[in-house]
């Protein structure tokens, strides 16, 4: 069964880090790239984050561009969401989501972070 | 970015009635490949999001038949032939087409 796991979120301090991680199973995860999508409080979704299978590219959506950084570990199938100088608008939960080639298809049950004071 | 425009924000269903939502991309979505990459998700209250759809028209393993894609180029739809009670939720269109990924805001389809 493919399946995504996120852990790692909780309350933070804005100007705050914390670190995401997502473990994978069910799949080839090596040759697979990955994503991360947040949803704020009654919000829709926002792409966030991609990686290529072997961590050579990322990129970044503009709102986390110098903040966030993702990357990857292959050998123990896990995805990782570093995630510095918060603001309270990262506030959300996020998912680890399969690359499925210009699409995502299996979607993490989410992991919330909240940021406040 | 893309802009991916959904209508209606909100879409009240008599169950066992159809129902049909409408996503607009602010470009085209259809790749050098011939392909068109766009994607309907469901998202069920208090659950994680899951994909229906993807290129258009294209079911995924275990979503019933009677959810159905079509369009093209920028103009596509998700029709739902006759609503059950599971059916209630957000729906979001996505393109792949173009970096970065963007998703249309959401239909919520609820029971009348």
């Known amino acids: 069964e493919v399946q995504l796991v996120e852990s790692g979120g909780g309350l933070v301090q804005p100007g705050g880090s914390v670190r995401l991680s997502c473990a994978a199973s069910?799949?080839?995860?090596?040759?697979?790239?990955m994503h991360w999508v947040r949803q704020a409080p009654g919000k829709g979704l926002v792409w966030v984050s991609r990686i290529e299978s072997d961590g050579s590219n990322t990129i970044y959506a503009d709102s986390v561009k110098g903040r966030f950084t993702i990357s990857r570990d292959n050998t123990k199938n896990t995805l990782y969401l570093q995630m510095n100088s918060l603001r309270v608008e990262d506030t959300a939960v996020y998912y680890c989501?399969?690359?499925?080639?210009?699409?995502?298809?299996?979607w993490g049950q989410g992991t919330t972070v909240t940021v406040s004071s | 970015d893309v802009v991916m425009t959904q209508s209606p924000l909100s879409l009240p269903v008599t169950l066992g009635q159809p129902a049909s939502i409408s996503c607009r991309s602010s470009?085209?979505?259809?790749?050098?490949?011939?392909?068109?990459?766009l994607t309907w998700i469901q998202q069920r209250p208090g659950q994680s999001p899951r994909r229906l759809i993807y290129k258009v028209s294209i079911r995924d393993s275990g979503v019933p038949d009677r959810f159905s894609g079509s369009g093209s180029g920028t103009d596509f739809t998700l029709k739902i032939s006759r609503v059950e009670a599971e059916d209630v939720g957000v729906y979001y269109c996505?393109?792949?087409?173009?970096?970065?990924?963007?998703f249309g805001g959401g239909t919520k389809v609820e029971i009348k």
């Open positions: 069910g799949f080839s995860f090596s040759t697979t790239w």
């Open positions: 470009q085209s979505l259809v790749y050098s490949d011939g392909n068109t990459y």
């Open positions: 989501v399969r690359d499925n080639y210009y699409s995502i298809d299996v």
């Open positions: 996505m393109q792949g087409r173009h970096w970065p990924l963007t």
